[in-house]
């Protein structure tokens, strides 16, 4: 089965700030991966996704992610970030083929200090 | 893509009372998917639903708990029983697109506080 490694479980930045927050899954098959946002007291968004091609994938609001398949890694990143940046962010995958389920990580509390 | 719409948005309800969760889909799908997240925990798959045969549970999961319904291939619901403080979650439901570049799409969430 597969499953996902948050590194960082909560990260206090303050605006214009750099992030990057981390992401391994282990699974020795194809897998499309997501990073999801929640923003307090809001629903799961998609902030971006991969599947296959150019490794550096662009999402929504400025994010980026970067998939290393030798490291199994899908890192998360953003240049500067906002205090409405403050969210759970939480980075899954899903078997390639199929229906397949999604595995979630156990999320990072992201908290953007202007 | 596919667009979720589950009611209730939200929920308090007393212990040892059951809630019926609804989940229709804008279009026909094979597989549904229950999630629950617990307060400051993330998602955890509940259980699969195919349309035509019983649910499939994950571990730590019981049909007696969790009864789901899936009559027809755009909906599904699942019922939390017997509730307990411990249940108050976010539950949501979920569909795939299926093939290589799969993806799931989720529902706003069921916000369910028992008291």
């Known amino acids: 089965a597969q499953s996902v490694s948050q590194h960082n479980h909560h990260v206090i930045l303050s605006e214009a700030a750099s992030l990057e927050l981390g992401c391994n899954y282990s699974y020795g098959g194809t897998v499309n991966l997501f990073w999801y946002v929640q923003y307090p007291g809001q629903h799961l968004q998609l902030l971006l996704k991969y599947f296959s091609g150019d490794p550096l994938v662009k999402g929504i609001k400025g994010f980026e992610a970067e998939f290393i398949k030798s490291k199994f890694s899908f890192n998360l990143r953003k240049p500067s970030v906002q205090w409405s940046d403050t969210a759970e962010y939480f980075c899954?995958?899903?078997?390639?083929?199929?229906?397949?389920?999604?595995?979630f990580g156990i999320g990072t509390k992201l908290q953007v200090i202007p | 893509s596919a667009v979720i719409s589950q009611k209730p948005s939200r929920d308090i309800c007393q212990r040892g009372t059951s809630l019926t969760i609804q989940c229709q889909v804008d279009s026909q799908v094979t597989m549904m998917f229950w999630y629950r997240q617990q307060p400051g925990q993330s998602l955890t798959l509940i259980a699969t639903?195919?349309?035509?045969?019983?649910?499939?549970?994950e571990s730590g999961f019981v049909i007696d708990k969790f009864p789901i319904s899936r009559p027809n291939l755009t909906f599904s619901t699942l019922t939390v029983s017997n509730m307990s403080p411990e249940d108050s979650s976010i539950y949501l439901c979920s569909v795939g697109t299926g093939g290589m570049n799969t993806e799931a799409f989720f529902g706003q969430g069921t916000r369910l506080t028992v008291v």
């Open positions: 899954a995958v899903i078997r390639s083929g199929g229906y397949q389920k999604v595995t």
């Open positions: 639903a195919n349309q035509g045969s019983e649910a499939t549970y």
